[in-house]
């Protein structure tokens, strides 16, 4: 049976003020760095044998904290794009436009230059299949929390206006015991955060 760990990258100073951060490419933070330091040890523990990362600074200083410094750089495991709204506080783009807020939450609505939910769904779902091809049997992608809403949506048909946003450094889940997608386990974290920025 194959399995699927998908990893968020750790907290950032944009998480942390609850700005959207899509592709903009931040570091992690202090907090960020020993999130990951934290979920280190469960991670290798899985001893997963295809490590691939977004190609997004966040995501490859994730990957070398939790012991894979040389994961496969992966630009299909990128964030959206988020276009106007990056750099933007979620509180600001709730006052201004409230229901763009909880449309794009439901991957109905993309801002101007962002990604629409379906060609963003595409994209992860690609990358996805390919890492599968080429697990042996675990496989460890360090990507985002969209990116992991995207997965969840694209395996399991799991709409992503019923997804919570996964915490900084969490783990998901996925196992293919029989070719089909098995959520095994949802945003588990040595200290999990339920109320997560996008």
């Known amino acids: 049976m194959k399995r699927i760990l998908l990893v968020r990258h750790g907290q950032t100073e944009w998480n942390a003020d609850r700005r959207l951060q899509g592709q903009t490419d931040i570091p992690l933070n202090d907090r960020g760095r020993d999130q990951a330091r934290a979920l280190a040890g469960m991670i ?3 001893k997963p044998d295809v490590v691939a990362t977004s190609d997004l600074m966040r995501a490859r200083e994730t990957a070398a904290l939790l012991g894979f410094p040389d994961a496969r750089c992966e630009p299909l495991l ?3 794009r988020l276009g106007v709204w990056e750099g933007r506080t979620i509180a600001s783009v709730q006052q201004e436009t409230p229901q763009h807020y909880i449309d794009w939450r439901a991957g109905s609505f993309a801002p101007e230059g962002g990604d629409l939910w379906a060609d963003f769904r595409a994209r992860v ?3 996805l299949h390919i890492v599968l091809e080429q697990a042996d049997k675990t496989a460890l992608l360090v990507c985002h929390g ?12 799991l709409s992503p206006s019923r997804i919570i946003p996964v915490g900084p450094a969490s783990v998901t889940i996925l196992a293919y015991p029989q070719g089909h997608a098995r959520l095994e386990a949802f945003n588990v974290a040595a200290a999990p955060d339920l109320d997560a920025p996008d």
């Open 44 to 46: 290798r523990g899985m």
């Open 146 to 157: 969209g990116v992991i809403r995207a997965l969840l949506d694209a395996a399991l048909d």
């Open 78 to 80: 990128r964030e959206q």
């Open 125 to 127: 779902q690609t990358a």
